[in-house]
C-alpha cells in the first residue's frame, strides 16, 4: 500500500511541478512580453483539468504518507524530529500554495489584462518556487528528513 501510495503522491508532483515550471519558464515570460494574458488564460483553462486534480491527489496522498510515518497531528509539529520538521515544512508549503492560488484566483485573474500580468508572474514564480521546494523536502525524507 505504502509504495502505491508514493506513486500516485509522485506521479501527481510530477503533474504539479511540471505544469508549472512550464508555465513559468516559458509561456509567462512570452505573455509577459507580448503583454498578452490570453496565453496564461489558455494555458489555465487546459492545465486546470489535470493539475487541480494531481493537487487534490498530492494532498490526499502527503497526508496519509505522513500519517504512515509519524501518526497522529501533534506529532508533525515536534520540531526536534527531522521527519517531522519535513512534514511541518510541507505543510506551510501548502499553506503558502493555497493562499497564493486563492489570492491569484479571487484577486487578480478575474480582472486580468496586461497591467496586471506582471503581478500575476510573481504568483506563478512563487508558486512554481514552492513546487521545487515540494520536491526538495520529498527528497529528504530518504534521507532522514531536514
Given at each position: 500500500m505504502h509504495a502505491a501510495l508514493l506513486f500516485l503522491h509522485l506521479a501527481a508532483g510530477s503533474i504539479w511541478v511540471g505544469g508549472h515550471l512550464v508555465l513559468a519558464v516559458?509561456?509567462?515570460?512570452?505573455?509577459?512580453?507580448?503583454?498578452?494574458?490570453?496565453?496564461?488564460?489558455?494555458?489555465?483553462?487546459?492545465?486546470?483539468?489535470?493539475?487541480?486534480?494531481?493537487?487534490?491527489?498530492?494532498?490526499?496522498?502527503?497526508?496519509?504518507?505522513?500519517?504512515?510515518?509519524?501518526?497522529?497531528?501533534?506529532?508533525?509539529?515536534?520540531?526536534?524530529?527531522?521527519?517531522?520538521?519535513t512534514i511541518a515544512l510541507k505543510l506551510a508549503c501548502l499553506a503558502a500554495t493555497v493562499a497564493l492560488a486563492a489570492h491569484a484566483r479571487l484577486a487578480i485573474i478575474p480582472r486580468l489584462d496586461a497591467a496586471r500580468l506582471p503581478m500575476l508572474g510573481i504568483h506563478i514564480v512563487a508558486v512554481t518556487g514552492l513546487a521545487l521546494a515540494f520536491v526538495w523536502l520529498g527528497v529528504a525524507f530518504r534521507y532522514g528528513g531536514v
Open positions: 516559458s509561456l509567462l515570460p512570452e505573455a509577459v512580453s507580448k503583454r498578452d494574458p490570453g496565453l496564461i488564460r489558455g494555458f489555465e483553462r487546459i492545465y486546470e483539468r489535470v493539475g487541480l486534480p494531481a493537487l487534490v491527489i498530492q494532498v490526499a496522498t502527503g497526508l496519509w504518507l505522513a500519517h504512515q510515518l509519524r501518526p497522529g497531528l501533534a506529532s508533525w509539529m515536534a520540531w526536534d524530529d527531522p521527519v517531522a520538521q
